[in-house]
């Protein structure tokens, strides 16, 4: 009768003394053929894995979430970007956030009727709701919750897109040239020095001053002769 022996862990087949020498020699095959479809497995496995010296990840490895904040080398999943994401969608929430452009022409408000505080639009077409005239490029801005698509008042404000200015030199609105230049009204004495820049010019039409050396009539004369006995001649 055969002597079943097998090893522990993979229960290959073992020989025994008991045993038929022909009875272990096919129980070895038997083990070694268990043995080499085992390594072979193994070594396909093995050949999956990432080199020790430089490793490349394959599937989605696990790793832990580190704090927000935490700044080392350590390895961490990407859990914390997400985390500091929520915080800081948390921070500018009833912010303002653009939404768009709106056509004021369509008779309501825009975000119907979910809009948030802070969210606003910019006017793309111009037009009148609730008694309020929107011009293009105006901005107008939900001051409320769920801000009512026909009621302007306690939901919205308006921001309008002008030239005006809130005062300069006691005008306010759109300024011009022409009307910033009166409202300045600068004189001369306004201008440190120029007063005294202009004294020391003349008009155009003036009087000399001062004393003038008189015209000797012979030294003329003399010298006419002088530039004759040279050579010109005079006609």
């Given at each position: 009768m055969t002597v079943e022996n097998v090893t522990v862990n993979r229960s290959?087949?073992?020989?025994?003394?008991?045993n038929p020498l022909n009875v272990d020699i096919a129980r070895l095959i038997t083990a070694l053929t268990m043995l080499d479809i085992d390594v072979q497995s193994v070594l396909a496995s093995v050949a999956g894995y990432a080199a020790l010296d430089?490793?490349?990840?394959?599937?989605?490895p696990?790793?832990?979430t580190a704090a927000s904040g935490t700044d080392t080398?350590?390895?961490a999943t990407t859990a914390f970007v997400q985390a500091a994401l929520d915080l800081l969608e948390a921070s500018v929430a009833g912010g303002m956030s653009f939404k768009g452009n709106w056509d004021a022409s369509s008779g309501s408000f825009p975000g119907g009727g979910a809009a948030q505080t802070g969210w606003y639009y910019i006017v793309s077409v111009a037009g009148t709701v609730d008694g309020v005239a929107f011009?293009?490029?105006?901005?107008?801005i939900a001051k409320a919750d769920d801000a009512a698509v026909d009621t302007y008042t306690g939901n919205w404000v308006k921001r309008d897109a002008t030239d005006a200015v809130q005062s300069v030199a006691g005008l306010t609105g759109a300024i011009s040239a022409a009307a910033l230049k009166t409202a300045l009204a600068m004189a001369?004495?306004?201008?440190s020095g120029l007063q005294a820049a202009l004294d020391g010019k003349s008009n155009t039409a003036h009087v000399h001053t001062?004393?003038?050396?008189?015209?000797?009539?012979?030294?003329?004369?003399?010298?006419?002769?002088?530039?004759?006995s040279k050579g010109f001649k005079q006609t």
């Open positions: 290959y087949p073992l020989p025994n003394a008991a430089g490793p490349a990840f394959t599937g989605v696990t790793a832990p080398t350590q390895i011009d293009v490029n105006d901005a107008i001369i004495a306004d201008v001062g004393v003038y050396e008189p015209v000797d009539a012979n030294i003329v004369r003399a010298n006419v002769a002088k530039a004759l």
